[in-house]
Structure formats: structure tokens, C-alpha cells
């Protein structure tokens, strides 16, 4: 899936580059995690979309994105102002969480950063282009 910009019609003319509001089309692919281990989350994991955790864990785990400099590099396309939205899912049997870290050049927004998936939950995560070398993630 990864970063795209989509072609779109409106109203019976051309195609035109897709931009922020013309709503979200993806073919995702899931990452499966099967240990209980910190991971670095690869750019082909996240281009899939879903990342999700299956292990029955004894503790939390952290998933932390690539950085800045390697979304750059993947995703060109990216204008400021793009977003890519990505799940993760808490599948597993254990009671303990999936926290996502940013990854350099990126900022947690949102009340207390908190970026943690509780067990038997999903969330849908959003990282927003800032700059050439910065995204902030929701």
C-alpha cells in the first residue's frame, strides 16, 4: 500500500491527484508480530497499513517507526500536509499493551503523547508530513 497519490474523478472529469479530503482507499497487508520484542517497525511493514501483535505477552511492548529520513526516502511523493494513516492491533492473549515510539525526526501530538494499544483493541494511527525531514504523528 504505502504512500500513493491516488487519481481521482469528479463529476464525470479527468483524473485528477488525489488531495487531503477526497477520503481513504487502501489495500492493506498485515504485519504480524509473533514474540514478545521490541521491534523497529520496517517501511514495508508499515506501507502494509496493519500491524498487529498475536503473542500472548508478559509485558508491554514497543514498536517504533522508521525515521523521518527513511519515510523521505520511500514515499517522495509526499507533499507537506500529506498524511498516511496505519493500524495496530492488540490481538494478543497476554493483558499487556503495544506502544508505538516515533521514530527521529518525529513528534507524538495529542493529550500525553499516549500511544499505547490496550489489549483487545485497535487504533488507527496518522502521521502528517510537517516538513522535508519531519512528520508528527496522531
Known sequence: MGFHR???????????PSRAGV????????KSYLAEADETITMPELSGGIIQQNFALTSDVTYTLPTSVLIEAEWPEMDVGDAFSFIVTNAQL?????????????TAI??????EVKLGASRVFTLVKTSNTTHDLY
Open 6 to 16: 491516488a487519481k481521482v474523478v469528479e463529476e464525470g472529469r479527468s483524473e485528477l
Open 23 to 30: 477520503g481513504w482507499t487502501a489495500n492493506c497487508t498485515i
Open 94 to 106: 497476554g493483558a499487556f499493551d503495544v506502544i508505538i515510539a516515533v521514530g527521529a525526526g518525529q
Open 110 to 115: 495529542g493529550p500525553g503523547n499516549g500511544l
